[in-house]
């Protein structure tokens, strides 16, 4: 399953590669991506894990970028 998001308010390019590679390490993601002009998040992950995913990822981003917000594009 892959979903792709807004990362409305994203400001730092190496915050977006750290967004991608925190992403990247959750258990079930095949491959996250995060491409900083467009300020867009893909992530492909297993279908029966991927609520989960969008939970911790959103955590990674606030975490990173408190003043990002994670929109489903």
Do not use: S, W
């Amino acid at each position: 399953m892959k979903k792709t998001f807004r990362l409305e308010g994203l400001d730092c390019a190496n915050c977006a590669a750290k967004i991608e590679a925190g992403v990247r390490k959750l258990d079930g993601v095949k491959e996250a991506t995060v491409n900083f002009m467009t300020t867009k998040m893909i992530i492909e992950a297993e279908d029966d894990k991927m609520a989960d995913i969008i939970t911790e990822a959103e955590k990674i981003v606030k975490k990173i970028e408190p003043d990002t917000n994670m929109k489903k594009a």
